[in-house]
Nanobody, 115 residues
Framework: QVQLVESGGGLVQAGGSLRLSCVAS????????MGWYRQVPGNQRELVAF???????NYGDSVKGRFTISRENAKNTVYLQMNSLKPEDTAVYYC?????????WGQGTQVTVSS
């Protein structure tokens, strides 16, 4: 069983910054990738960013240049530094882990950006 625990969400004004963290624990054989997705009620979950074990990264178009993903492989921890936040970034942010072809999800953390 794999558990993902997110932290760092909250309320911030537009233009501000937040840093999300996600720690993975449990029976993890090998981690192929970790990342973040977000979802607004009524919408599909969308990619924010992911990082491969090799270090390769990919970002959703709407966050490029503002968000930075990083990872500590030894700690199975992934971070998301979010700068220049906009009201449209408001969503529940979910941590994602891919291991052995299986996807695992965290419970989500709310990020609210006020205008």
């Amino acid at each position: 069983q794999v558990q993902l625990v997110e932290s760092g969400g909250g309320l911030v004004q537009a233009g501000g910054s937040l840093r999300l963290s996600c720690v993975a624990s449990g029976s993890i054989a090998s981690v192929n990738a970790m990342g973040w997705y977000r979802q607004v009620p009524g919408n599909q979950r969308e990619l924010v960013a992911f990082i491969m074990r090799s270090g390769g990264v990919n970002y959703g178009d709407s966050v490029k240049g503002r968000f930075t993903i990083s990872r500590e492989n030894a700690k199975n921890t992934v971070y998301l530094q979010m700068n220049s936040l906009k009201p449209e970034d408001t969503a529940v942010y979910y941590c994602h882990l891919l291991s052995g072809g299986v996807s695992y999800w965290g419970q989500g953390t709310q990020v609210t950006v006020s205008s």
